[in-house]
T-cell receptor
Framework: NAGVTQTPKFRVLKTGQSMTLLCAQDMNHEYMYWYRQDPGMGLRLIHYSVGEGTTAKGEVPDGYNVSRLKKQNFLLGLESAAPSQTSVYFC???????????FGPGTRLLVL | TQLLEQSPQFLSIQEGENLTVYCNSSSVFSSLQWYRQEPGEGPVLLVTVVTGGEVKKLKRLTFQFGDARKDSSLHITAAQPGDTGLYLCAGRRSGDDKIIFGKGTRLHILP
């Protein structure tokens, strides 16, 4: 039982490049979330999903897209990376609508 | 506008002292959670409170949800160096799916 895993752990991108961050959970949770964490800002919700095939915008969705084709996976895409997207990205899953969230270890992204 | 205000932002105290961290909002929340985060790791859930006035204890940590469900506090008794970390409050406002986090309180316990 691995819980929530994130791939990759660290990535450096040039401005304008694209990439996809993968989040996988093996707990059969319905809810999944993508956050970004910047110094002094706490965690800010980017997008979330309340079930397979559904996605919804969070607090800071601009510049990101997501997909939830399979219940266990939640993908976060950056179509054209910008330096402002340099951050640590966390994925989380929940069985109770977010009251209890299990977080992955994070992906550190640097956009030059 | 920060919907969940945490205070203080930073706290450095000596081992053995007591401390309280606050999480305040003008909105009503259906539940509030407290997480602790270590450097380089994801947040780990400490507790969830759902009922106004609820008090939960986790060893030396005491969590309280305000009667109006707009605020919460975390009290640590006899702090230890192992309590060092970033403490985050989070919650869902009534009628909303989104999870909101406070900016966190960075706690440092000096041996």
């Amino acid at each position: 039982n691995a819980g929530v895993t994130q791939t990759p752990k660290f990535r450096v991108l040039k401005t304008g490049q694209s990439m996809t961050l993968l989040c996988a959970q093996d707990m059969n949770h319905e809810y999944m979330y993508w956050y970004r964490q910047d110094p002094g800002m706490g965690l800010r919700l980017i997008h979330y999903s309340v079930g397979e095939g559904t996605t919804a915008k969070g607090e800071v969705p601009d510049g990101y897209n997501v997909s939830r084709l399979k219940k266990q996976n939640f993908l976060l895409g950056l179509e054209s990376a910008a330096p402002s997207q340099t951050s640590v990205y966390f994925c989380a899953s929940s069985h109770d609508g977010g009251r209890t969230q299990y977080f992955g270890p994070g992906t550190r992204l640097l956009v030059l | 506008t920060q919907l969940l205000e945490q205070s203080p932002q930073f706290l450095s105290i000596q081992e053995g002292e007591n401390l309280t961290v606050y999480c305040n909002s003008s909105s009503v929340f259906s539940s509030l959670q407290w997480y602790r985060q270590e450097p380089g790791e994801g947040p780990v859930l400490l507790v969830t409170v759902v009922t106004g006035g609820e008090v939960k204890k986790l060893k030396r940590l005491t969590f309280q949800f305000g009667d109006a469900r707009k605020d919460s506090s975390l009290h640590i008794t006899a702090a230890q160096p192992g309590d060092t970390g970033l403490y985050l409050c989070a919650g869902r406002r009534s009628g909303d799916d989104k999870i909101i986090f406070g900016k966190g309180t960075r706690l440092h316990i000096l041996p």
